[in-house]
Antibody, heavy 120, light 108 residues
């Protein structure tokens, strides 16, 4: 079955750029939407953005100025870059596979999550 | 604005039925999806669309919607259902996708 695995540095300095990659195994990255979601310690889920396998993107307006999501279909990977990070960006970051219809969106496969701490 | 509201905490006696609700204007246009999250684990999809369960999700989980409210019902709650539950929906007012704040379910 399809599995997702997040990877990237666990510690990022303030004002720098957080970079994470999600590797899709057991299936193709084609024909799905691929999301990044984060969860600060002790808090709820926050959707960051998604990318369609073709490359079109959609971002959370509250993060849009700092976020870039890209896809590499040849490697079955998609990536997140979040610039100018602060301590408020400390969270567990999840990647997830999504499906969209006219009247709903859902994420049916999730990675285990990776913890990113922003600290000097 | 884009927002989904959930009760922070709900409790249910073992074997009884519990309903977890999610309110928001976007739910008048879109169905919610529901996720279960246990401590230290990634969320798991339990309901999507009108009332669809992914493979492997017990049939005691069901979903419904009326007006601006979506509901997740657990009929005959089990100890293993104790978890945080999040609703999620498409939205057309600005934020394409939004999560509710989550409901902590305690099974007594």
């Amino acid at each position: 079955q399809v599995q997702l695995q997040e990877s990237g540095p666990g510690l990022v300095k303030p004002s720098e750029t957080l970079s994470l990659t999600c590797t899709v195994s057991g299936g193709s990255i084609s024909s799905y939407y691929w999301s990044w979601i984060r969860q600060p310690p002790g808090k709820g889920l926050e959707w960051i953005g998604y990318i369609y396998y073709s490359g079109s993107t959609n971002y959370n307006p509250s993060l849009k100025s700092r976020v870039t999501i890209s896809v590499d279909t040849s490697k079955n990977q998609f990536s997140l870059k979040l610039s100018s990070v602060t301590a408020a960006d400390t969270a567990v970051y999840y990647c997830a596979r999504g499906r969209v219809t006219v009247d709903y969106y859902y994420m049916d496969v999730w990675g285990k999550g990776t913890t990113v701490t922003v600290s000097s | 604005s884009s927002e989904l509201t959930q009760d922070p905490a709900v409790s249910v006696a073992l074997g009884q039925t519990v309903r977890i609700t999610c309110q928001g204007d976007s739910l008048r246009s879109y169905y919610a999806s529901w996720y279960q999250q246990k401590p230290g684990q990634a969320p798991v999809l339990v309901i999507y669309g009108k009332n669809n369960r992914p493979s492997g999700i017990p049939d005691r989980f069901s979903g419904s919607s009326s007006g601006n409210t979506a509901s997740l019902t657990i009929t005959g709650a089990q100890a293993e259902d104790e978890a945080d539950y999040y609703c999620n929906s498409r939205d057309s007012s600005g934020n394409p996708l939004v999560f509710g704040g989550g409901t902590k379910l305690t099974v007594l």
